[in-house]
Nanobody, 125 residues
Framework: QVHLMESGGDSVQTGGSLTLSCAIS????????MGWFRQGPGKGREAVAA???????DYVDRVKGRFTISQDNAKNTLYLQMNSLKPEDSSMYYC???????????????????WGQGTQVTVSS
């Protein structure tokens, strides 16, 4: 079983920055993908970025150049550095994990098995 816990959500102004963290505990397979997803009010849960155990990364177009996903395997922690935040980035942010070997980490929420409880990011104009 894998447990995920996000932190770092806050309220910021447009153009501000935040770093989200996701603490990973439990027994995770040596092969895995980790992802960040977000869900705004009345919207579906959408992918933000994903990273595999070797550090291969994918981003959705709307966050490329502004967000950076990273992981510290020694600390069992996943990060999402968010810069140049916009009001449309306001969402509940979730980290997710799936075990297995992938050519590229999926950016579909249905592919992920383990989820955290989320951390709220609010960007005001």
């Amino acid at each position: 079983q894998v447990h995920l816990m996000e932190s770092g959500g806050d309220s910021v102004q447009t153009g501000g920055s935040l770093t989200l963290s996701c603490a990973i505990s439990g027994n995770i397979s040596p092969s895995f993908c980790m992802g960040w997803f977000r869900q705004g009010p009345g919207k579906g849960r959408e992918a933000v970025a994903a990273i595999d155990k070797d550090g291969r990364i994918d981003y959705v177009d709307r966050v490329k150049g502004r967000f950076t996903i990273s992981q510290d395997n020694a600390k069992n922690t996943l990060y999402l550095q968010m810069n140049s935040l916009k009001p449309e980035d306001s969402s509940m942010y979730y980290c997710a994990a799936v075990e297995g070997a992938f050519y590229r980490c999926p950016l579909s929420r249905t592919a992920y098995k383990y989820w955290g409880q989320g951390t709220q990011v609010t960007v005001s104009s």
